[in-house]
Protein backbone atom coordinates (compact mmCIF):
# COMPACT_ATOMS: atom_id res chain seq x y z
CA UNK A 1 0.00 0.00 0.00
CA UNK A 2 1.29 3.46 -1.16
CA UNK A 3 0.24 6.96 -0.92
CA UNK A 4 1.40 8.36 -4.08
CA UNK A 5 -0.18 11.05 -5.64
CA UNK A 6 -1.13 10.54 -9.35
CA UNK A 7 2.02 11.85 -11.13
CA UNK A 8 0.31 11.54 -14.58
CA UNK A 9 -1.57 14.91 -14.40
CA UNK A 10 0.68 17.93 -13.00
CA UNK A 11 -1.86 20.34 -12.50
CA UNK A 12 -3.35 18.22 -10.26
CA UNK A 13 0.02 16.56 -8.65
CA UNK A 14 -1.72 16.78 -4.98
CA UNK A 15 -5.29 16.17 -5.58
CA UNK A 16 -6.69 13.05 -6.60
CA UNK A 17 -6.46 12.62 -10.72
CA UNK A 18 -10.32 11.20 -10.07
CA UNK A 19 -11.90 14.02 -9.03
CA UNK A 20 -9.61 16.67 -8.65
CA UNK A 21 -10.79 19.25 -10.36
CA UNK A 22 -12.56 21.75 -8.30
CA UNK A 23 -10.13 21.54 -5.48
CA UNK A 24 -7.41 23.95 -4.66
CA UNK A 25 -5.25 22.13 -2.42
CA UNK A 26 -4.06 18.41 -1.44
CA UNK A 27 -5.91 16.23 0.80
CA UNK A 28 -4.64 16.46 4.25
CA UNK A 29 -2.66 12.93 4.66
CA UNK A 30 -4.40 11.78 7.14
CA UNK A 31 -7.89 12.72 6.19
CA UNK A 32 -6.76 10.75 2.82
CA UNK A 33 -5.82 7.39 4.76
CA UNK A 34 -8.98 7.81 7.02
CA UNK A 35 -11.62 8.24 4.22
CA UNK A 36 -10.48 5.22 2.57
CA UNK A 37 -11.53 1.90 2.02
CA UNK A 38 -9.69 0.04 -0.39
CA UNK A 39 -7.99 -1.57 2.60
CA UNK A 40 -10.92 -3.89 2.81
CA UNK A 41 -13.12 -3.34 -0.54
CA UNK A 42 -10.34 -4.54 -2.62
CA UNK A 43 -12.08 -8.02 -1.29
CA UNK A 44 -14.58 -7.91 -4.04
CA UNK A 45 -12.57 -6.67 -6.77
CA UNK A 46 -13.84 -9.79 -8.83
CA UNK A 47 -17.33 -8.44 -8.57
CA UNK A 48 -16.23 -5.14 -9.14
CA UNK A 49 -14.38 -5.71 -12.74
CA UNK A 50 -17.53 -8.19 -13.74
CA UNK A 51 -19.48 -5.56 -12.96
CA UNK A 52 -17.90 -3.15 -15.02
CA UNK A 53 -17.31 -5.34 -18.06
CA UNK A 54 -20.98 -5.93 -18.40
CA UNK A 55 -21.45 -1.96 -18.14
CA UNK A 56 -18.96 -1.37 -20.74
CA UNK A 57 -20.73 -4.15 -22.73
CA UNK A 58 -24.13 -2.36 -22.94
CA UNK A 59 -22.56 1.02 -23.28
CA UNK A 60 -21.20 -0.34 -26.67
CA UNK A 61 -24.74 -2.29 -27.22
CA UNK A 62 -26.41 1.32 -26.80
CA UNK A 63 -23.80 2.87 -28.79
CA UNK A 64 -22.19 5.10 -26.29
CA UNK A 65 -18.80 3.18 -26.10
CA UNK A 66 -17.70 1.83 -29.61
CA UNK A 67 -16.94 -2.02 -30.07
CA UNK A 68 -12.77 -1.54 -29.80
CA UNK A 69 -13.07 0.65 -27.01
CA UNK A 70 -15.50 -2.29 -25.10
CA UNK A 71 -12.61 -4.70 -26.01
CA UNK A 72 -10.12 -3.00 -24.68
CA UNK A 73 -11.79 -2.12 -21.54
CA UNK A 74 -12.61 -5.45 -20.97
CA UNK A 75 -9.29 -6.92 -22.41
CA UNK A 76 -7.54 -4.51 -19.55
CA UNK A 77 -10.09 -5.60 -16.61
CA UNK A 78 -9.40 -9.32 -17.22
CA UNK A 79 -5.07 -8.59 -17.47
CA UNK A 80 -5.55 -6.44 -14.33
CA UNK A 81 -7.80 -8.71 -13.08
CA UNK A 82 -5.06 -11.81 -13.54
CA UNK A 83 -2.28 -8.95 -11.76
CA UNK A 84 -4.35 -8.91 -8.70
CA UNK A 85 -4.56 -12.60 -8.41
CA UNK A 86 -0.90 -12.81 -9.10
CA UNK A 87 -0.31 -10.52 -5.91
CA UNK A 88 1.26 -7.78 -8.77
CA UNK A 89 -1.21 -5.05 -8.43
CA UNK A 90 -0.31 -2.00 -6.11
CA UNK A 91 -3.54 -1.10 -4.17
CA UNK A 92 -2.98 2.96 -3.53
CA UNK A 93 -4.70 4.83 -0.48
CA UNK A 94 -4.86 8.22 -2.36
CA UNK A 95 -7.02 6.04 -4.97
CA UNK A 96 -8.91 5.55 -1.86
CA UNK A 97 -11.53 2.63 -3.06
CA UNK A 98 -11.40 -0.53 -5.06
CA UNK A 99 -13.18 1.35 -7.80
CA UNK A 100 -11.07 4.32 -8.33
CA UNK A 101 -7.68 2.08 -8.18
CA UNK A 102 -9.09 -0.42 -10.34
CA UNK A 103 -9.94 2.10 -12.85
CA UNK A 104 -6.74 4.45 -12.43
CA UNK A 105 -5.08 1.43 -14.04
CA UNK A 106 -6.94 0.03 -16.26
CA UNK A 107 -6.04 3.96 -17.81
CA UNK A 108 -2.94 3.55 -17.18
CA UNK A 109 -2.71 0.54 -19.55
CA UNK A 110 -5.42 1.53 -22.34
CA UNK A 111 -5.45 5.05 -22.48
CA UNK A 112 -8.69 7.33 -23.10
CA UNK A 113 -10.99 4.25 -23.35
CA UNK A 114 -10.18 3.79 -19.94
CA UNK A 115 -11.57 6.85 -18.76
CA UNK A 116 -14.86 6.29 -20.58
CA UNK A 117 -15.37 3.40 -18.37
CA UNK A 118 -17.35 5.58 -15.49
CA UNK A 119 -19.79 7.06 -18.38
CA UNK A 120 -23.41 6.97 -17.04
CA UNK A 121 -22.15 5.60 -14.15
CA UNK A 122 -21.26 6.84 -10.16
CA UNK A 123 -19.65 4.82 -7.96
CA UNK A 124 -22.57 5.05 -5.63
CA UNK A 125 -24.49 2.65 -8.22
CA UNK A 126 -21.05 0.96 -8.42
CA UNK A 127 -20.43 -0.16 -5.21
CA UNK A 128 -24.12 -0.83 -4.32
CA UNK A 129 -23.64 -3.42 -6.90
CA UNK A 130 -20.56 -4.84 -6.21
CA UNK A 131 -21.96 -5.47 -2.42
CA UNK A 132 -24.93 -7.09 -4.00
CA UNK A 133 -23.06 -9.24 -6.08
CA UNK A 134 -20.47 -10.29 -3.48
CA UNK A 135 -23.25 -11.03 -0.79
CA UNK A 136 -25.30 -13.21 -3.51
CA UNK A 137 -21.94 -14.95 -4.17
CA UNK A 138 -21.37 -15.82 -0.46
CA UNK A 139 -24.89 -16.59 0.06
CA UNK A 140 -24.57 -19.35 -2.56
CA UNK A 141 -21.23 -20.96 -0.47
CA UNK A 142 -22.98 -20.64 2.66
CA UNK A 143 -26.20 -22.46 1.33
CA UNK A 144 -23.25 -25.23 0.26
CA UNK A 145 -21.95 -25.47 3.38
CA UNK A 146 -24.89 -25.85 5.38
CA UNK A 147 -26.13 -28.09 2.84
CA UNK A 148 -23.07 -30.34 3.53
CA UNK A 149 -24.07 -30.07 7.21
CA UNK A 150 -27.32 -31.46 6.97
CA UNK A 151 -26.49 -33.99 4.96
CA UNK A 152 -23.83 -34.66 7.76
CA UNK A 153 -26.23 -34.90 10.24
CA UNK A 154 -28.95 -36.66 8.37
CA UNK A 155 -26.01 -39.66 8.10
CA UNK A 156 -25.67 -39.37 11.87
CA UNK A 157 -29.36 -39.62 12.64
CA UNK A 158 -29.99 -42.40 10.25
CA UNK A 159 -27.22 -44.49 12.38
CA UNK A 160 -28.97 -43.77 15.43
CA UNK A 161 -32.50 -44.23 14.98
CA UNK A 162 -32.58 -46.77 18.08
CA UNK A 163 -29.88 -45.08 20.27
CA UNK A 164 -32.23 -43.67 23.25
CA UNK A 165 -31.06 -41.04 25.20
CA UNK A 166 -32.65 -38.67 27.77
CA UNK A 167 -34.94 -35.60 26.26
CA UNK A 168 -34.70 -32.59 28.78
CA UNK A 169 -36.79 -29.95 29.37
CA UNK A 170 -35.12 -27.60 32.37
CA UNK A 171 -31.84 -29.66 31.76
CA UNK A 172 -33.82 -32.11 33.68
CA UNK A 173 -34.41 -35.33 32.51
CA UNK A 174 -38.26 -35.25 31.20
CA UNK A 175 -38.51 -38.36 28.51
CA UNK A 176 -36.46 -41.01 26.65
CA UNK A 177 -35.86 -39.70 22.69
CA UNK A 178 -33.69 -41.17 20.29
CA UNK A 179 -30.11 -39.53 19.27
CA UNK A 180 -31.69 -39.44 15.77
CA UNK A 181 -34.72 -37.82 16.85
CA UNK A 182 -32.20 -34.86 19.09
CA UNK A 183 -30.64 -35.06 15.67
CA UNK A 184 -33.45 -34.16 13.23
CA UNK A 185 -34.40 -31.29 15.88
CA UNK A 186 -31.05 -29.75 14.59
CA UNK A 187 -31.49 -30.52 11.13
CA UNK A 188 -35.05 -28.77 11.01
CA UNK A 189 -33.47 -25.52 12.77
CA UNK A 190 -31.07 -25.20 10.15
CA UNK A 191 -33.21 -25.92 7.02
CA UNK A 192 -34.87 -22.36 8.14
CA UNK A 193 -31.73 -21.24 8.05
CA UNK A 194 -31.21 -22.21 4.52
CA UNK A 195 -34.81 -21.21 3.45
CA UNK A 196 -34.14 -17.57 5.26
CA UNK A 197 -30.96 -17.12 3.05
CA UNK A 198 -32.74 -18.55 -0.13
CA UNK A 199 -35.14 -15.80 0.62
CA UNK A 200 -32.26 -12.97 1.24
CA UNK A 201 -30.97 -13.80 -1.94
CA UNK A 202 -34.25 -12.44 -4.27
CA UNK A 203 -34.30 -9.21 -2.78
CA UNK A 204 -30.67 -9.15 -2.90
CA UNK A 205 -30.53 -10.17 -6.02
CA UNK A 206 -31.62 -6.53 -7.74
CA UNK A 207 -29.84 -4.40 -9.70
CA UNK A 208 -28.38 -0.86 -9.33
CA UNK A 209 -26.32 -0.07 -11.78
CA UNK A 210 -28.12 2.80 -13.90
CA UNK A 211 -29.14 4.72 -10.83
CA UNK A 212 -26.01 6.79 -11.26
CA UNK A 213 -25.14 9.03 -8.34
CA UNK A 214 -28.84 8.97 -7.15
CA UNK A 215 -31.33 10.04 -10.19
CA UNK A 216 -30.10 8.06 -13.16
CA UNK A 217 -28.32 9.04 -15.96
CA UNK A 218 -29.01 11.12 -19.37
CA UNK A 219 -27.51 8.33 -21.18
CA UNK A 220 -29.41 5.93 -23.18
CA UNK A 221 -28.59 2.67 -21.10
CA UNK A 222 -30.27 -0.69 -21.04
CA UNK A 223 -30.66 -1.59 -17.88
CA UNK A 224 -32.15 -5.20 -18.33
CA UNK A 225 -29.47 -5.92 -20.93
CA UNK A 226 -26.75 -5.56 -17.91
CA UNK A 227 -28.63 -7.50 -15.24
CA UNK A 228 -28.86 -10.06 -17.95
CA UNK A 229 -25.56 -10.09 -18.08
CA UNK A 230 -24.51 -9.85 -14.33
CA UNK A 231 -27.43 -12.46 -13.44
CA UNK A 232 -29.39 -10.32 -12.28
CA UNK A 233 -33.01 -11.26 -11.24
CA UNK A 234 -34.19 -7.81 -12.01
CA UNK A 235 -33.29 -3.89 -12.14
CA UNK A 236 -33.67 -2.01 -8.94
CA UNK A 237 -37.06 0.25 -9.42
CA UNK A 238 -35.63 3.39 -7.82
CA UNK A 239 -32.33 4.93 -8.29
CA UNK A 240 -32.67 6.91 -4.82
CA UNK A 241 -33.52 3.63 -2.95
CA UNK A 242 -31.44 1.35 -5.25
CA UNK A 243 -27.84 3.30 -4.21
CA UNK A 244 -28.83 4.11 -0.63
CA UNK A 245 -30.41 0.60 0.90
CA UNK A 246 -28.11 -1.77 2.13
CA UNK A 247 -31.64 -3.60 3.93
CA UNK A 248 -29.91 -6.77 1.98
CA UNK A 249 -27.01 -6.82 3.79
CA UNK A 250 -28.79 -6.50 7.14
CA UNK A 251 -31.13 -9.21 6.15
CA UNK A 252 -28.04 -11.18 5.54
CA UNK A 253 -26.78 -10.53 8.79
CA UNK A 254 -29.95 -10.98 10.42
CA UNK A 255 -30.24 -14.46 8.60
CA UNK A 256 -26.28 -15.15 10.00
CA UNK A 257 -27.46 -14.34 13.19
CA UNK A 258 -30.04 -16.80 13.63
CA UNK A 259 -27.40 -19.45 12.27
CA UNK A 260 -24.85 -19.06 14.86
CA UNK A 261 -27.55 -18.56 16.96
CA UNK A 262 -27.98 -22.57 16.08
CA UNK A 263 -25.00 -23.69 16.02
CA UNK A 264 -24.27 -22.24 19.26
CA UNK A 265 -27.10 -23.65 21.11
CA UNK A 266 -25.75 -26.98 19.22
CA UNK A 267 -22.13 -25.92 20.59
CA UNK A 268 -23.76 -26.09 24.15
CA UNK A 269 -24.98 -29.19 23.92
CA UNK A 270 -22.27 -30.60 22.86
CA UNK A 271 -20.19 -29.09 25.46
CA UNK A 272 -22.52 -30.58 27.78
CA UNK A 273 -22.44 -34.13 26.06
CA UNK A 274 -18.31 -34.17 26.23
CA UNK A 275 -18.08 -33.25 29.86
CA UNK A 276 -17.26 -36.17 32.28
CA UNK A 277 -20.46 -35.51 34.34
CA UNK A 278 -22.39 -37.03 30.89
CA UNK A 279 -20.17 -38.48 28.39
CA UNK A 280 -22.83 -38.80 26.13
CA UNK A 281 -20.88 -38.25 23.08
CA UNK A 282 -16.86 -38.02 21.89
CA UNK A 283 -15.54 -35.57 19.50
CA UNK A 284 -12.36 -37.06 17.83
CA UNK A 285 -9.20 -35.73 19.17
CA UNK A 286 -8.37 -33.82 15.65
CA UNK A 287 -11.47 -31.39 16.82
CA UNK A 288 -9.90 -30.28 20.00
CA UNK A 289 -7.23 -29.19 22.30
CA UNK A 290 -5.54 -30.43 25.44
CA UNK A 291 -4.56 -28.41 28.84
CA UNK A 292 -1.09 -27.07 29.31
CA UNK A 293 -1.37 -27.73 32.75
CA UNK A 294 -3.90 -30.32 33.63
CA UNK A 295 -2.68 -33.73 31.42
CA UNK A 296 -6.28 -34.89 31.67
CA UNK A 297 -8.03 -32.49 29.55
CA UNK A 298 -9.83 -32.68 26.17
CA UNK A 299 -11.14 -29.56 25.76
CA UNK A 300 -13.98 -28.92 23.11
CA UNK A 301 -12.25 -25.91 21.77
CA UNK A 302 -14.42 -25.96 18.44
CA UNK A 303 -17.61 -25.70 20.11
CA UNK A 304 -16.86 -23.14 23.02
CA UNK A 305 -15.25 -21.20 20.16
CA UNK A 306 -18.30 -21.16 17.95
CA UNK A 307 -20.74 -20.45 20.76
CA UNK A 308 -18.53 -17.51 22.04
CA UNK A 309 -17.87 -15.87 17.82
CA UNK A 310 -21.75 -15.99 17.90
CA UNK A 311 -21.72 -12.83 19.79
CA UNK A 312 -19.71 -10.95 17.04
CA UNK A 313 -21.86 -12.19 14.39
CA UNK A 314 -24.84 -9.76 16.47
CA UNK A 315 -22.86 -7.03 16.98
CA UNK A 316 -22.56 -6.51 13.44
CA UNK A 317 -26.26 -6.97 13.03
CA UNK A 318 -26.33 -4.04 15.27
CA UNK A 319 -23.65 -2.02 13.93
CA UNK A 320 -25.29 -2.44 10.57
CA UNK A 321 -28.51 -1.64 11.62
CA UNK A 322 -27.55 1.58 13.19
CA UNK A 323 -25.19 2.56 10.36
CA UNK A 324 -28.54 2.66 8.46
CA UNK A 325 -30.67 3.83 10.81
CA UNK A 326 -30.31 7.84 10.56
CA UNK A 327 -29.88 8.42 7.09
CA UNK A 328 -31.36 10.53 4.72
CA UNK A 329 -32.09 9.53 0.67
CA UNK A 330 -29.58 9.01 -1.15
CA UNK A 331 -26.16 7.97 -0.49
CA UNK A 332 -24.26 9.03 2.45
CA UNK A 333 -20.60 8.14 3.28
CA UNK A 334 -21.86 6.19 6.53
CA UNK A 335 -22.59 3.73 3.69
CA UNK A 336 -18.66 2.86 3.43
CA UNK A 337 -19.05 1.52 6.76
CA UNK A 338 -21.31 -1.49 5.71
CA UNK A 339 -18.60 -3.28 4.66
CA UNK A 340 -15.71 -4.48 7.82
CA UNK A 341 -19.31 -6.19 9.51
CA UNK A 342 -20.87 -7.56 6.45
CA UNK A 343 -17.50 -8.98 5.82
CA UNK A 344 -16.83 -10.33 9.48
CA UNK A 345 -20.20 -11.74 10.13
CA UNK A 346 -19.42 -14.22 6.58
CA UNK A 347 -15.90 -15.16 7.57
CA UNK A 348 -17.28 -16.06 11.06
CA UNK A 349 -20.29 -17.96 9.49
CA UNK A 350 -18.59 -19.80 6.38
CA UNK A 351 -15.65 -20.59 9.41
CA UNK A 352 -17.81 -21.89 11.98
CA UNK A 353 -20.03 -23.65 9.29
CA UNK A 354 -17.00 -25.33 7.53
CA UNK A 355 -15.72 -26.71 11.32
CA UNK A 356 -19.47 -27.75 11.96
CA UNK A 357 -19.74 -29.29 9.02
CA UNK A 358 -16.60 -31.78 9.45
CA UNK A 359 -17.22 -32.33 13.03
CA UNK A 360 -20.88 -33.81 13.00
CA UNK A 361 -20.55 -36.49 10.96
CA UNK A 362 -17.40 -37.60 13.16
CA UNK A 363 -19.15 -37.63 16.45
CA UNK A 364 -19.47 -40.57 18.34
CA UNK A 365 -22.39 -41.48 20.68
CA UNK A 366 -21.96 -43.60 24.02
CA UNK A 367 -25.21 -45.29 22.76
CA UNK A 368 -24.66 -47.19 26.49
CA UNK A 369 -24.37 -44.28 28.80
CA UNK A 370 -26.83 -42.48 26.73
CA UNK A 371 -29.43 -45.60 27.42
CA UNK A 372 -28.26 -45.66 31.54
CA UNK A 373 -28.89 -42.06 31.85
CA UNK A 374 -32.16 -42.57 30.22
CA UNK A 375 -32.59 -44.83 32.63
CA UNK A 376 -32.26 -42.17 35.56
CA UNK A 377 -34.34 -39.50 36.18
CA UNK A 378 -37.90 -41.18 35.81
CA UNK A 379 -38.04 -40.44 32.50
CA UNK A 380 -41.33 -42.60 31.46
CA UNK A 381 -43.25 -41.69 34.63
CA UNK A 382 -45.27 -39.25 31.61
CA UNK A 383 -45.78 -42.98 29.61
CA UNK A 384 -46.97 -44.65 33.42
CA UNK A 385 -49.92 -41.47 33.85
CA UNK A 386 -51.02 -42.24 30.01
CA UNK A 387 -50.50 -46.34 30.83
CA UNK A 388 -53.51 -45.32 33.85
CA UNK A 389 -55.31 -42.91 31.71
CA UNK A 390 -55.74 -45.77 28.62
CA UNK A 391 -57.44 -47.87 31.50
CA UNK A 392 -60.35 -45.48 32.76
CA UNK A 393 -58.30 -43.35 35.23
CA UNK A 394 -58.62 -39.49 34.25
CA UNK A 395 -55.38 -37.73 33.43
CA UNK A 396 -54.92 -35.40 36.60
CA UNK A 397 -55.49 -38.59 38.71
CA UNK A 398 -53.06 -40.25 37.00
CA UNK A 399 -50.43 -37.39 37.12
CA UNK A 400 -50.56 -37.16 41.23
CA UNK A 401 -50.85 -41.57 40.98
CA UNK A 402 -47.45 -41.48 39.42
CA UNK A 403 -46.29 -39.13 41.33
CA UNK A 404 -46.52 -40.45 44.64
CA UNK A 405 -44.57 -43.89 42.59
CA UNK A 406 -41.69 -41.22 42.03
CA UNK A 407 -41.87 -40.53 45.45
CA UNK A 408 -41.10 -44.27 46.89
CA UNK A 409 -38.70 -44.51 43.54
CA UNK A 410 -36.60 -41.52 44.90
CA UNK A 411 -36.79 -43.07 48.39
CA UNK A 412 -35.34 -46.51 46.94
CA UNK A 413 -33.45 -45.07 44.89
CA UNK A 414 -35.14 -47.26 42.09
CA UNK A 415 -36.37 -46.29 38.70
CA UNK A 416 -39.92 -47.00 38.15
CA UNK A 417 -39.51 -50.14 35.68
CA UNK A 418 -37.41 -51.58 38.89
CA UNK A 419 -39.64 -50.87 41.59
CA UNK A 420 -41.57 -54.41 41.66
CA UNK A 421 -45.35 -55.09 40.39
CA UNK A 422 -46.89 -55.13 44.02
CA UNK A 423 -44.87 -52.06 44.67
CA UNK A 424 -46.56 -50.54 41.83
CA UNK A 425 -50.27 -51.63 42.72
CA UNK A 426 -50.23 -49.74 46.28
CA UNK A 427 -50.81 -47.19 44.51
CA UNK A 428 -53.42 -48.46 41.73
CA UNK A 429 -54.75 -51.84 41.17
CA UNK A 430 -55.46 -50.84 37.53
CA UNK A 431 -51.60 -51.59 37.58
CA UNK A 432 -51.39 -54.88 35.88
CA UNK A 433 -48.06 -57.19 34.94
CA UNK A 434 -48.20 -55.85 31.30
CA UNK A 435 -47.17 -51.69 32.31
CA UNK A 436 -43.35 -52.90 31.91
CA UNK A 437 -43.40 -53.68 28.45
CA UNK A 438 -45.84 -51.22 27.83
CA UNK A 439 -44.66 -48.03 29.57
CA UNK A 440 -41.81 -48.37 31.83
CA UNK A 441 -39.43 -49.61 29.37
CA UNK A 442 -37.31 -47.38 27.30
CA UNK A 443 -38.30 -48.76 23.76
CA UNK A 444 -42.12 -48.90 24.74
CA UNK A 445 -41.75 -45.10 25.58
CA UNK A 446 -40.05 -44.23 22.62
CA UNK A 447 -41.94 -46.28 20.10
CA UNK A 448 -45.39 -45.10 21.54
CA UNK A 449 -44.59 -41.17 20.29
CA UNK A 450 -45.46 -42.98 16.49
CA UNK A 451 -46.67 -40.10 14.87
CA UNK A 452 -45.74 -37.57 12.56
CA UNK A 453 -43.01 -35.55 14.57
CA UNK A 454 -42.62 -38.07 17.21
CA UNK A 455 -39.12 -39.35 18.62
CA UNK A 456 -40.57 -43.34 17.80
CA UNK A 457 -37.68 -45.09 15.62
CA UNK A 458 -40.15 -45.52 12.46
CA UNK A 459 -41.34 -41.95 12.47
CA UNK A 460 -37.66 -40.23 13.02
CA UNK A 461 -36.31 -42.97 9.88
CA UNK A 462 -39.19 -41.54 7.73
CA UNK A 463 -38.63 -38.00 8.81
CA UNK A 464 -34.86 -38.69 7.45
CA UNK A 465 -36.23 -40.09 3.98
CA UNK A 466 -38.39 -37.25 4.07
CA UNK A 467 -35.47 -34.67 4.62
CA UNK A 468 -33.32 -36.36 1.55
CA UNK A 469 -35.96 -35.13 -0.54
CA UNK A 470 -36.68 -32.30 0.84
CA UNK A 471 -32.91 -31.01 0.59
CA UNK A 472 -32.88 -32.03 -3.19
CA UNK A 473 -35.86 -29.49 -3.80
CA UNK A 474 -34.41 -26.85 -1.34
CA UNK A 475 -31.26 -26.58 -3.59
CA UNK A 476 -32.30 -27.68 -6.90
N1 LIG B 1 -15.88 3.69 -1.10
C1 LIG B 1 -17.23 4.10 -1.21
C2 LIG B 1 -18.14 3.13 -0.41
O1 LIG B 1 -17.67 2.13 -0.02
C3 LIG B 1 -17.64 4.08 -2.64
C4 LIG B 1 -18.72 5.06 -2.98
C5 LIG B 1 -18.23 6.42 -2.78
N2 LIG B 1 -19.08 7.40 -3.35
C6 LIG B 1 -18.88 8.69 -3.13
N3 LIG B 1 -19.67 9.50 -3.69
N4 LIG B 1 -17.95 9.10 -2.30
O2 LIG B 1 -19.28 3.41 -0.16
Avoid at 288 to 297: A, E, F, V, W
Wanted: proline share 3%; with cysteine.
Amino acid sequence: MTTSSNSSNPSQAQTSGMWGGRFSEATDAFVAEFTASVQFDQRFYKQDIAGSIAHATMLAKVGVLTEQERNDIVNGLNTIKAEIEAGNFEWRIDLEDVHMNIESRLTQRIGIAGKKLHTGRSRNDQVATDIRLYVRDEIDAILQLLEKLQNGILGLAAKNTNTIMPGFTHLQTAQPVTFGHHLMAWFEMLVRDSERLIDCRKRTNRMPLGSAALAGTTYPIDRAYTAELLGFEAVAENSLDAVSDRDFGIEFNAAASLIMMHLSRMSEEMILWTSAQFKFVNIPDRFCTGSSIMPQKKNPDVPELIRGKTGRVYGDLMSLLTLMKGQPLAYNKDNQEDKEPLFDAIDTVRGSLMAFADMIPALVPNIEIMREAALRGFSTATDLADYLVKNGVAFRDAHEIVGKAVALGVQESKDLSELSLEQLQQFSDLIQADVFEKALTLEASVNARNHIGGTAPAQVEAAIERAYARLEKLYA
